[in-house]
């Protein structure tokens, strides 16, 4: 998982990154309610997803299921990243890394920025990933999520990622990102 600082409107620059400290599963999406996977794709935080008293220290719920999890009929909800070292279908960080996480966050939403993006992928997308798990029943899925990662480390800006015919499309600015 990575945070981006953004210097200004048009420069960014990488903030940090965070290894998270444990999930549940195995590579692939999360498909339904208590199937005990992670979700993988494109999701946002806004203010009232924070969660300031959660049992695992600090909490924000990412979004799932959005709107791609609903097009593919895919259950779950409450896939949290927060404190800990241990988690089922969700994201734990440790405790000191979602004080900084949650911190963050926490004073961009209250400066009145509308949400933060938090982008899941199963690994780092790279050509030689994909290589890797070509023969994996979620490779189709996963070239369409390469599509983001990649625009993403292309610009060092994140896309907004919308749905439509039941796939990610990206766009920056209203504009399509392809």
Same mark, same amino acid.
């Given at each position: 998982?990575?945070?981006?600082?953004?210097?200004?409107?048009?420069?960014?620059?990488?903030?940090?990154?965070?290894?998270?400290?444990?999930?549940?599963?195995?590579?692939?999406?999360?498909?339904?309610?208590?199937?005990?996977?992670?979700?993988?794709?494109?999701?946002?935080?806004?203010?009232?997803?924070?969660?300031?008293?959660?049992?695992?220290?600090?909490?924000?719920?990412?979004?799932?299921?959005?709107?791609?999890?609903?097009?593919?009929?895919?259950?779950?909800?409450?896939?949290?990243?927060?404190?800990?070292?241990?988690?089922?279908?969700?994201?734990?960080?440790?405790?000191?890394?979602?004080?900084?996480?949650?911190? &963050?966050?926490?004073?961009? %939403?209250?400066?009145?920025? /509308? $949400? !933060?993006?938090?982008?899941?992928? @199963?690994?780092?997308?790279?050509?030689?990933?994909?290589?890797?798990?070509?023969?994996?029943?979620?490779? &189709?899925?996963?070239?369409? %999520?390469?599509?983001?990662? /990649? $625009? !993403?480390?292309?610009?060092?800006? @994140?896309?907004?990622?919308?749905?439509?015919?039941?796939?990610?499309?990206?766009?920056?600015?209203?504009?399509?990102?392809?």
């Amino acid at each position: 998982m990575s945070l981006n600082c953004g210097l200004n409107s048009i420069e960014r620059v990488l903030f940090k990154t965070y290894p998270i400290a444990y999930f549940s599963g195995e590579l692939g999406p999360k498909l339904r309610e208590d199937d005990e996977q992670a979700p993988e794709g494109f999701y946002y935080v806004s203010s009232s997803r924070m969660n300031p008293n959660s049992k695992f220290h600090l909490s924000f719920n990412i979004g799932y299921p959005n709107l791609y999890d609903h097009a593919h009929q895919r259950t779950g909800s409450a896939i949290m990243v927060h404190g800990n070292t241990l988690s089922i279908g969700c994201f734990a960080m440790t405790d000191p890394m979602i004080e900084e996480i949650y911190t &963050i966050a926490d004073h961009a %939403l209250n400066a009145k920025q /509308r $949400f !933060f993006r938090v982008h899941v992928f @199963p690994f780092r997308m790279t050509d030689a990933n994909m290589t890797r798990h070509a023969q994996s029943p979620h490779i &189709i899925f996963w070239k369409n %999520l390469q599509e983001g990662y /990649r $625009f !993403f480390e292309r610009t060092h800006r @994140p896309p907004n990622a919308i749905v439509e015919h039941n796939q990610y499309i990206f766009e920056v600015d209203g504009q399509e990102a392809r």
